[in-house]
C-alpha cells in the first residue's frame, strides 16, 4: 500500500504539473476519458458506429497532416493510402482468411509500398506538380480495380469480409485505443528529431541538403509513415464496413481528407483529429434536412476558414492559452506572468 | 608533394548559351583561407553550387581529400566535411532558430562526431553561441535581422564541423560593426579548437565578398573571376595590383 501511495502521489503530481496547467491538455485528457467512457453511459449502436468511423478517418486526416503538413509534400490522393490498405485486408482475409488482427496491419504495409511508388517518381516534384501527379495515383488504381473485377469486384467490391470483433463495443473500442494510440505515436514522430527534418523539408528543401540530410530518405520515410498509419484506418474500415469498394479510391475522398485537416489546422496533428470529431458528426446532424445538407457543410466550412486561416483548433488555443514571449513556454490567457519564468505576459 | 585538399580541374557550366563557369582549374591547401572575388554575374556563387554538388558540372573535375566528389548527392559531399552559407539566407522560418541549427548538428557526419553529447540540443546551442545569437535561440527564424540571420547561416554550417567551410557574402548586409564581428568569429574559427561540445577543426574556407576592405584582412589568397574565367590569383597585394582586375572590376579608385 505505502509503495502503491508514493506511485499515486507521484501520478496526481505529474498530472497536476504537466496536465492541468493547460487548457489544451486538459481538453486533450478529457478528450481520452469521455471516448474511453461513454459507452458506460451509452451503448446505443448509431452513436457507436459514428464514433468508429470518425476515429478511423481521424487517423486517416491526421496521416495526412504528416505527410502534407509536416513535411510539406501536398498529397491529393491521399485515397490511394486508404484504398490499398482496406484492398488488402479485404483480400488477405476473403482469400487467405486473414483475421482482422493479421489483415489490417498487412493492409498498412501494402500502403507503405503504396507510399514507395508514389514517393520515387515524385521525388522530383514540389507544390502544386506533386498535388496534381499524386492525384492521379488513386484514379489510375480505379481503373485497375475495374479492369480485374474478377479479383477485386469491379464496382460491387470486395465484400463479405470478416466482422472486426463480435461486437459494436469491441468494434469501438478497438477503433478507439487505435486511433487514440496511433495519433499519439504521430504526434510524437512530429515531435522527435525526425520530426523537425521533417518540418525544415518543408521549409526549405535545399537548406536541408547543405545541412547534410539525405532529404530522399526522409521524404520516402514521411510517404511511408503517413502510408501505413492511412492503410491501417482503410483496413480498419474495411473490416468494420465488411466491404472494400471504389468508393474507398475515389478523388472526393482525397479532398475531404484535405477539408478536414485545414478545417481543423494543418501541421498540428491534433488539428486533423479534432476537425473531423466535428465535421463528421456534423454532417451526419445535418441528414435531417437532406436537400441543405452539403450546403450547410459548405457554408460552415468557408465561415471557419474565412475567419480562422490557420484551422479552428489552432484559433480556439491561441484564445485560451498564450505563449511567454522569453521562454516560449505556453500559459492560461488569464496568467498575468509565465508560469515558468515569471516574466509578465502582456 | 602530397595531394591538394581542394583540387578543381578544368570545370565548365553553361545555362543555356551563357557560359557561367569556363574553364576554372586552381587547387587549395587545408590551411587556406581563400577570397573568391569577381563582378556580379561572374560565376562565384555557381562555382559554389558546383562544389557543393547542388549544381552538377558539364564537364571538368572536383577533388576533395583526394575523392572526386562530382556525381555525388549534396548531403553526400557535406558528409564529407564541406559545408556552406547562402547568399540569400535560407533559415527555416516557422521553426525556432535552435531547431534550425539541430538540423545540421542531425546530419551523419555531426552525429558521428559529437557521438558523446548526449543533447542534439546543447550541440546547436554550442554553436549558436559561437555565432552570438544563443540568446535568441527560442525565437522564430522569421523574427531574426539580416545580420543574425547570417549568423545563423555560420552557425548552421560550423554545426557540421566541416574542414572546408564556404561562407556566400558573409558580411552582405551587415553594419561595419557587425562585418567587424563576424570577420573575428571567422578568423576564431579558422584557427580551430573546441567551443563548448562543438569541435573545429580549423577549416579551411573559401569566402566570396564583395567588401574587399575586410576580406583582405582575413584572407591569404584571392581567385578573381570574371566572365566565369579565373583572371587573377594569387596574394591580396598581387590581386589588387594586377591591370586586368583593374580593369574589370575594381576600377582605377581600387578598394
Not at chain 2, 559561437?130 to 531574426?144: H, P, Q, R, V
Request: proline share 4%; glycine share 10%.
Amino acid at each position: 500500500m505505502g509503495i502503491l501511495g508514493v506511485y499515486l502521489r507521484k501520478i496526481y503530481t505529474l498530472f497536476r504539473g504537466e496536465v492541468l496547467v493547460l487548457p489544451s491538455r486538459i481538453v486533450v485528457f478529457l478528450f481520452f476519458l469521455v471516448l474511453l467512457f461513454l459507452p458506460v453511459v451509452t451503448q446505443d449502436l448509431y452513436l457507436l458506429r459514428i464514433l468508429i468511423l470518425t476515429s478511423i478517418f481521424a487517423i486517416l486526416a491526421a496521416s495526412w497532416d504528416l505527410l502534407s503538413g509536416y513535411t510539406g509534400q501536398m498529397n491529393f490522393g491521399h485515397a490511394l493510402f486508404f484504398g490499398v490498405g482496406a484492398y488488402t485486408a479485404a483480400l488477405l482475409n476473403l482469400h487467405a482468411h486473414i483475421p482482422p488482427y493479421g489483415s489490417i496491419p498487412l493492409g498498412g504495409l501494402a500502403a507503405v509500398l503504396a507510399g514507395l511508388v508514389i514517393g520515387i517518381p515524385c521525388l522530383r516534384l514540389r507544390g502544386t506538380y506533386l498535388a496534381l501527379t499524386t492525384l492521379a495515383f488513386p484514379i489510375i488504381l480505379m481503373g485497375i480495380v475495374f479492369a480485374i473485377p474478377g479479383i477485386t469486384g469491379g464496382e460491387l467490391g470486395v465484400s463479405g469480409l470478416s466482422r472486426l470483433s463480435s461486437s459494436r463495443l469491441y468494434d469501438y473500442y478497438i477503433t478507439v485505443v487505435l486511433m487514440l494510440g496511433l495519433c499519439t505515436i504521430m504526434w510524437k514522430i512530429t515531435d522527435s528529431k525526425t520530426g523537425i527534418i521533417f518540418h525544415a523539408i518543408r521549409e526549405d528543401e535545399l537548406a536541408v541538403r547543405t545541412s547534410g540530410i539525405n532529404v530522399t530518405r526522409y521524404k520516402l520515410l514521411a510517404f511511408s509513415l503517413s502510408g501505413f498509419f492511412a492503410g491501417i484506418s482503410g483496413g480498419l474500415y474495411a473490416h468494420f464496413m465488411r466491404i472494400a469498394g471504389p468508393s474507398t479510391l475515389e478523388v472526393s475522398m482525397s479532398f475531404t481528407v484535405v477539408i478536414w485537416a485545414v478545417f481543423g489546422g494543418i501541421v498540428t496533428i491534433y488539428g486533423p483529429v479534432g476537425a473531423v470529431f466535428i465535421l463528421f458528426p456534423l454532417l451526419e446532424f445535418f441528414r435531417f434536412w437532406p436537400e441543405f445538407r452539403m450546403l450547410l457543410f459548405a457554408v460552415v466550412i468557408l465561415l471557419i476558414l474565412l475567419y480562422m486561416p490557420n484551422g479552428i483548433l489552432p484559433w480556439v488555443r491561441d484564445k485560451i492559452e498564450k505563449e511567454c514571449p522569453r521562454c516560449k513556454v505556453r500559459n492560461v490567457a488569464t496568467r498575468k506572468t509565465c508560469r515558468v519564468c515569471v516574466a509578465p505576459l502582456d | 608533394m602530397g595531394q591538394a585538399f581542394l583540387e578543381i580541374d578544368g570545370l565548365f557550366k553553361d545555362f543555356g548559351g551563357l557560359r557561367a563557369v569556363d574553364n576554372v582549374s586552381f587547387s587549395m591547401n587545408r590551411d587556406q583561407i581563400l577570397g573568391l572575388i569577381g563582378p556580379n554575374g561572374a560565376g562565384k556563387t555557381t562555382l559554389v553550387r558546383l562544389i557543393t554538388g547542388i549544381l552538377r558540372p558539364d564537364s571538368g573535375s572536383i577533388r576533395f581529400k583526394g575523392k572526386n566528389v562530382i556525381g555525388l548527392k549534396t548531403w553526400d559531399i557535406i558528409n564529407l566535411g564541406i559545408a556552406c552559407t547562402f547568399q540569400n539566407m535560407r533559415p527555416f522560418r516557422r521553426l525556432p532558430i535552435i531547431a534550425n541549427v539541430m538540423v545540421s548538428c542531425l546530419c551523419p557526419r555531426a552525429m558521428k562526431r559529437g557521438e558523446w553529447v548526449k543533447r542534439v540540443e546543447a550541440k546547436a546551442l554550442d554553436a549558436l553561441e559561437f555565432a552570438g545569437i544563443s540568446d535568441m535561440s527560442l525565437e522564430k527564424a522569421s523574427t531574426l535581422s539580416q545580420g543574425d540571420l547570417k549568423r545563423l547561416e555560420v552557425a548552421r554550417a560550423i554545426a557540421t564541423e566541416p574542414e572546408l567551410l564556404i561562407l556566400d557574402e558573409p558580411f552582405g548586409g551587415l553594419s561595419p560593426a557587425e562585418t567587424d564581428l563576424m570577420a573575428k568569429s571567422i578568423k576564431r574559427l579558422h584557427k580551430g579548437g573546441r567551443f563548448g561540445r562543438l569541435h573545429s577543426e580549423g577549416p579551411a574556407m573559401i569566402i566570396i565578398e564583395h567588401k574587399l576592405q575586410q576580406l583582405m584582412k582575413i584572407v591569404d589568397r584571392i581567385i578573381v573571376l570574371n566572365y566565369g574565367i579565373i583572371i587573377a590569383d594569387g596574394t591580396p597585394e598581387e590581386v589588387v595590383n594586377d591591370k586586368e582586375v583593374v580593369e574589370s572590376y575594381l576600377g582605377e579608385g581600387g578598394i
